[in-house]
């Protein structure tokens, strides 16, 4: 295998999950609207940003809305979701992924996050991992989001690395995309385990510690 030094991890639904807040607050803004909202459309908004999302649910909009009123409407959704999102502590980081992290880094490997979220910061923070990665490159200083390879090739520039020597982390398709767009190899779970653009397709989070050695 090659030689990797660095890992770029994307973050809900692998460091962490906050499906179920992402999805519970857009429903409130849907149900507002009255535009019809499920799992089904709530699956095709992971690692995608929040304009996009936005645009994403507005498609079964019986009306159209001007962008100032689709920016209050994404003001709105992250308002009911930080609420979510300071309901979480310690605990709601697995041992598993505590115990992964420590071992790679352990191993010599500079660990990096790589997301779409602009609540990046604030769910680290939530979590425990505040201080913990080496970098993080979020949607706050980004320009173009998943599956555009931007944040990637952020966080591997922050750690100072070449892609050819970092892997990503993803459990969204748009995420497994970017990653093979920016010269990454991918390690894929979850939602997008099966993707075949993935070179690595985890069952768990610890089989990392099988990949790199
Ligand atoms: P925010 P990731 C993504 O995070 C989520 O998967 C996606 O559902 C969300 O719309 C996006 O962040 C933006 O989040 O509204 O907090 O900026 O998977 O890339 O870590
Ligand atoms: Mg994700």
Same mark, same amino acid.
């Not at 639904?13 to 999950?17: F, Q």
């Not at 095709?44 to 940003?49: A, K, Y």
């Given at each position: 295998m090659k030689n990797y030094q660095g890992i770029v991890f994307d973050l809900d %639904?692998?460091?962490?999950?906050t499906d179920r807040f992402h999805y519970l607050a857009w429903k409130k803004l849907a149900d507002r609207l009255g535009i019809p909202f499920d799992e089904q459309v709530n699956n *095709? $908004? =992971? %690692?995608? +940003?929040r304009m996009d999302s936005l645009e994403i649910i507005l498609e079964k909009s019986p009306r159209t809305y001007t962008q100032e009123e689709k920016e209050k409407f994404a003001e709105e959704k992250n308002a009911a979701y930080r609420e979510l999102l300071g309901?979480? +502590?310690? /605990? @709601? $980081?697995s041992v598993e992924v505590r115990d992964t992290l420590d071992t790679l880094r352990f191993r010599g490997y500079l660990l990096a996050i790589g997301s779409s979220s602009k609540n990046t910061p604030f769910i680290l923070e939530r979590i425990g991992l %505040?201080?913990?990665?080496?970098a993080v490159s979020d949607g706050n200083n980004i320009s173009h989001s998943k599956p555009d390879p931007e944040v990637f090739l952020k966080g591997a520039e922050m750690i100072g690395l070449d892609p050819e020597v970092c892997a990503v982390v993803e459990d969204a398709h748009a995420g497994v995309e970017g990653a093979v767009r920016g010269g990454f190899a991918c390690a894929a779970m979850g939602d /997008? =385990? @099966? @993707?075949? *653009? /993935?070179q690595w397709h985890l069952n +768990?989070? +610890? @089989?990392l510690k099988d990949i790199f050695l």
């Open positions: %639904g692998v460091i962490c999950s *095709r $908004l =992971r %690692g995608v +940003s309901e979480m +502590s310690p /605990a @709601d $980081l %505040g201080n913990y990665f080496d /997008a =385990r @099966d @993707d075949p *653009r /993935a +768990s989070f +610890s @089989d």
